[in-house]
């Protein structure tokens, strides 16, 4: 007795014979200038698999190739950020150097002819605690810096150098309790004498209350104290105030040149009274 | 066995159909196919049909195309097959009924098939597909009457008058 056919059989043999039907056939039939239907049939399965093994050796080698991109554009990233940071570091030196070219620039435009042995110096230290207002300068006796040298900054005067080391210098401010400063007020030719505040300015002593002083007047240095050259600005009167009691005028004034402000001075040398009088005037002030 | 045989007839009847020239002659290949078909016998009606459409394949003119008719005739034997394991095909009319389609679908099949082998549009010859048909569904319901008509107790009935 036969054994019953499995349901997958039947469908089975059909497929076979179909299958075989089919494969005769292909051999069998040639179109016009071609092979038979089976060579163009094994040509394209063939090209099917070349075309995606092709695609894949393609897709694997870009893959690849992306990914070493990525990886040079990451160190070329990091080469560029590096030379982004030395740029920016250079740039910011340049500024540097730019801003201290422009005050020189300024400086020599104040002091457009400064007197012989005049040397450029730069404020380290500034001490204002206390009574006492002085600055350490960078520049000593090596560098021709000596004791009752004038120091100028680009706005005015701001003190002198009251001791001198080998490479370095005090500047007393004028702003010191203990600085007097022959003055002249130019618009009335009227010498007086300025001290300092102990604070951050001066102010002017012994002027008769009748003088004629108006706020926002020029001060300048009268040459007359043997310690600083006429000329010099050194502010202008922040009030008049007349006390009622007293035969002076009070005339506080502010000092031009704030040494917080001056990096670079320039140091001018001590006044000699048997010396002529240095030319150093600002530019462009019309001696009184 | 007897598809064997009935595929050697069907060959013999074709080749006298050819001498004869008849303009549409039945296709004698599907009625041994459609006789094993016919109890839903899927597998044996399948090789049946593939060794009928290598036989007519043999047989036709120059050109021929070995695969083409038993292609066609693998997949009307199956749905005959198909046909048969769900339903009593023992009436001569339901078997020429189905005979006639069976051509009709191998008509079509053989005509799809030339279309994608030759890959431009053959129309078929559906008036003579249909002649075609015709002649094998009616040849198989006779042959199934002839087959089913009860001959022996005819002769016995006759007999038994004739000694009466």
Known sequence: ?288 | MIAALGLALAALGTLLFGVLALPHPPDLFYLPVASVARRGRSVPAMLTAFAAGLAEDALATPGRLWGLHSFSKVLVAYLLAAIGARALVEKPVLLGLLVWGAVVVDGLVVTLLLWILRGEPLHPALAALALRAAGTGLLAAVLQALLRYPWKERRAARRRRRLA
């Open chain 1, 1 to 288: 007795m036969a054994a019953p056919l499995s349901p997958a059989r039947p469908a089975l043999v059909l497929a076979t014979l179909l299958g075989s039907c089919v494969i005769l056939l292909s051999i069998q039939v040639r179109r016009s200038g071609q092979g038979t239907l089976a060579e163009e049939w094994a040509l394209d399965a063939s090209s099917a698999l070349v075309r995606g093994s092709t695609g894949v050796r393609s897709a694997a080698g870009s893959l690849v190739g992306s990914f070493a991109t990525r990886e040079s554009l990451r160190e070329e990233n990091a080469a560029l950020r590096e030379r982004v940071a030395a740029l920016e570091a250079r740039l910011h030196s340049l500024h540097g150097i730019a801003l201290e070219r422009d005050r020189l620039v300024r400086l020599l435009g104040a002091v457009p002819a400064p007197p012989p042995g005049t040397r450029p110096a730069r404020i380290v230290v500034i001490e204002t605690a206390g009574p006492f207002q002085t600055a350490l300068l960078d520049r000593g006796r090596v560098d021709g810096v000596e004791p009752g040298g004038v120091v100028v900054g680009e706005e005015g005067l701001l003190g002198r150098v009251v001791s001198a080391g080998e490479r370095g210098a005090r500047v007393q401010l004028l702003s010191d309790r203990t600085a007097a400063t022959g003055v002249l007020l130019p618009r009335t030719g009227r010498v007086a004498v300025a001290r300092g505040d102990g604070a951050s300015g001066a102010a002017i002593q012994y002027v008769p209350a009748i003088a004629d002083v108006t706020v926002n007047e020029e001060v300048v240095t009268s040459g007359t104290d043997g310690v600083y050259p006429r000329g010099l600005l050194l502010g202008r009167i922040a009030a008049v105030r007349r006390p009622g009691a007293s035969l002076f005028l009070e005339l506080p004034v502010d000092l031009a040149a704030d040494p917080a402000r001056e990096p670079l001075v320039f140091v001018i040398p001590p006044v000699r009274p048997d010396a002529p009088a240095p030319g150093a005037t600002p530019a462009g002030r019309s001696e009184p």
